[in-house]
């Protein structure tokens, strides 16, 4: 079975600060992992997405995520918040048998000017 | 059209109704997925069509839910006797086929209340 846990629901950054959001996930498989966004009344956006290839990958908009398989962690980060971050972000896990996505329960960013 | 698209974008019914929740994924992508997300939650997996058929239900909550995707592109969502438990946000994605690899495209999904 696989999972995903965010730590933290609700994370607040200063604009220009670092962002950190974390996720760890379960997998008795080798993982595919993703991180989407989501904007207030729209759809989900992919961010980026880890297919076992580079550990540190990058993603739209200055966000990057690293894959640390002894951690089972696969955090976001951004070095400098923008105002437009504000946003919910998802992390999710799936697998090459499975295809579709199992979610952690999101984490709201917050930016403060 | 351009992207992943959902009617109604509202709906409001009574408790005990049947309801149907539409999707038009992005031409040509051969792989469909429901989830379902809480006020709150991440949105959870309910089925997977790949071309007409659907390749994993195991996400359908009860046999009052149910889909079909008849000519491979729309999908509809269906639930019988509607429940104030199912009042969530209906989301439908695509994508090009059903490798993992292939980013998942999201409409912006039906919300759902049960009165």
């Known amino acids: 079975a696989q999972s995903v846990t965010q730590l933290g629901s609700h994370v607040s950054v200063s604009e220009g600060a670092l962002v950190l959001l974390r996720c760890n996930y379960s997998?008795?498989?080798?993982?595919?992992l993703f991180w989407y966004v989501q904007y207030p009344n729209q759809g989900l956006q992919l961010l980026l997405k880890?297919?076992?290839?580079?550990?540190l990958v990058k993603g739209i908009n200055g966000f990057e995520a690293e894959f640390k398989k002894s951690e089972t962690s696969f955090h976001l980060t951004k070095p400098s918040a923008h105002m437009s971050d504000a946003a919910e972000y998802f992390c999710?896990?799936?697998?090459?048998?499975?295809?579709?996505?199992?979610f952690g329960q999101g984490t709201t960013l917050q930016v403060k000017p | 059209g351009a992207g992943v698209s959902q009617t109604p974008s509202n709906k409001v019914t009574e408790k005990g109704k049947y309801v149907e929740l539409r999707c038009d994924p992005i031409?040509?992508?051969?792989?469909l997925y429901w989830y379902r997300q809480s006020l709150g939650q991440g949105p959870e997996f309910l089925i997977y069509f790949q071309g007409t058929g659907a390749a994993d239900d195991s996400g359908l909550p009860n046999d009052r839910f149910f889909a079909v995707r008849p000519e491979g592109s729309v999908s509809t969502l269906k639930i019988q006797r509607t429940e104030r438990g199912d009042s969530a946000v209906y989301l439908c994605?695509?994508?090009?086929?059903?490798?993992?690899?292939?980013?998942?495209?999201f409409g912006p999904g039906t919300r759902l209340t049960v009165l």
């Open positions: 994605a695509s994508s090009l086929s059903g490798a993992v690899y292939n980013e998942q495209f």
């Open positions: 997998s008795s498989v080798p993982p595919y």
């Open positions: 999710a896990v799936s697998s090459v048998m499975a295809g579709k996505l199992i």
């Open positions: 031409s040509g992508h051969t792989a």
């Open positions: 880890y297919t076992s290839a580079a550990t």
